[in-house]
């Protein structure tokens, strides 16, 4: 490149950055032909050292590596004191977030994004975005996350970051889409995220790990549970190669949710006790209360269902515990299954309506929510209460539809076809049920 090249647009000042690289150059030993070396004259590193040229932000890339620093540090002059409490406070939001203390981590998240403004680093400010944006996703608020975690993407494409780096940026912007129901473009997010990680040539086990996981669930939305199971079995086999228990666990978790969508209910159960059990090791109650849950609804398929009470009680006492309304409510959700299973119409009507209380405006939890108004309204259409039932059919309807399943669509059909042959339609009654039946038809299962 020529100097004239090298002073051409965007240029940084070069106040600060004069005496660090001088200061560098000298520590290391290096004449300033050699720093220069083939790229640049010995002359236009004199100018520089001078202050007497303006490098561009690439020529400050390309000497930060030869002088071994970070790029920010040589252009900003970020002391490592200053690195170190930044990166302490990152460390005290990844905790918290860790710990699923999510209002704590993104105060922390926002607390280090207003030191990294003053000191120009790109790569703190991209772990900053990424765990404000993860924290805010966690807490429901996924919308808000997206800039962030978008932000952090775009970013992560300069020149010092790698392949891992990016594929962790893809990664979770996938997570973010998955909640908000773009299944499609989180499958390609997390294909993505994979190739990147993939082709690094880095260890990155439990990245390609957490991916897999991810979209293990979103090839269960899809219906392709084989494709799901193989996913699910891939991050198993090096979640144990890592000997991480706490990704052992996950993976277990995920394996009994395929398990289950396939019919295999006692293997489900089988997954679903071992990862109980290692969260149990982990101490970590509020994983311990969501695996209550799972198992709960096994024993209602098995055709236990005092069994899946006593569990889903206990899943909703962890869930409060740990201040987990999404949890809470999944718990009651289920338990208001179980009592209309059992008949017992009031009780499945009170669970339903609470559960559904603690998802109002939860638009990551649109299953959920399509689920407890199923329930709700099947135990009014026992009870004769039509027009209520109707109301939380359609609701169900909208909510699957936002959700873009068919399949959970077709449910709710079937529901208000059940109520319109309840009322004497019988005509409507059937043209539920023939779009329900033809909506099956088109899905792969």
Not at 40 to 47: D, G, L, P
Not at 364 to 385: K, P, T
Request: a negative charge; glycine letters at 6%.
């Amino acid at each position: 490149m020529s100097d004239l090249a090298a002073t051409s647009a965007s240029p940084l000042p070069a106040s600060g950055l004069a005496e660090r690289v001088r200061s560098l150059r000298v520590a290391q030993g290096l004449t300033q032909t050699e720093l220069a070396g083939e790229r640049f004259s010995k002359e236009y590193v004199s100018q520089i050292e001078r202050g007497k040229t303006r490098p561009t932000q690439e020529t400050v890339e390309w000497l930060a590596q030869r002088l071994g620093v970070d790029p920010s540090f040589l252009a900003h002059g970020v002391s490592v004191d200053a690195r170190s409490r930044i990166e302490a406070t990152l460390a005290r939001g990844e905790a918290l977030s860790e710990a699923h203390r999510h209002d704590e981590a993104i105060e922390a998240f926002g607390e280090a994004l207003e030191q990294i403004s003053a000191t120009g680093s790109i790569e703190l400010e991209v772990r900053a975005l990424a765990g404000e944006g993860w924290a805010l996703a966690e807490r429901g608020d996924v919308r808000e996350a997206l800039p962030l975690l978008q932000r952090a993407r775009e970013l992560s494409e300069g020149p010092q970051f790698s392949d891992i780096d990016r594929a962790d940026a893809v990664f979770r912007l996938g997570v973010c889409r998955y909640k908000l129901a773009s299944v499609a473009t989180a499958v390609a997010l997390f294909d993505e995220a994979l190739e990147l990680a993939e082709s690094s040539g880095l260890p990155c086990d439990l990245l390609r790990a957490d991916i897999l996981g991810w979209r293990s669930r979103c090839r269960r939305h899809q219906r392709d549970f084989e494709a799901a199971r193989e996913d699910v079995e891939r991050a198993l086999e090096l979640a144990q190669a890592m000997d991480d228990r706490r990704i052992v666990a996950n993976t277990y978790f995920q394996a009994s949710l395929v398990a289950e969508r396939m019919g295999h209910w006692v293997l489900s159960r089988n997954y679903a006790q071992q990862a109980k059990s290692l969260y149990e090791e982990l101490n970590d109650e509020r994983n311990v209360g969501r695996l209550m849950l799972n198992l709960g609804g096994l024993n209602l398929l098995l055709g236990k269902p005092q069994q899946a009470i006593d569990q889903l009680k206990a899943s909703f006492e962890l869930a409060v515990e740990a201040d987990s309304q999404p949890d809470a409510a999944q718990a009651l959700g289920s338990l208001a299954t179980v009592h209309l299973h059992l008949g017992e119409h009031d009780a499945a009507d009170e669970h339903a309506r609470k559960a559904l209380g603690l998802l109002q405006d939860r638009e990551d939890f649109l299953h959920e929510i399509g689920q407890s108004n199923v329930v709700l309204g099947r135990s009014l259409l026992e009870r004769e209460r039509f027009e209520e039932a109707e109301e939380c059919f359609k609701a169900a309807d909208a909510a699957f539809e936002q959700l873009g399943s068919v399949s959970y669509r077709a449910g709710a059909w079937v529901a208000l076809g059940d109520l319109a042959s309840r009322r004497g339609d019988d005509r409507e009654a059937a043209r539920l049920y023939r779009n329900a039946a033809e909506a099956l038809q088109d899905i792969r299962f």
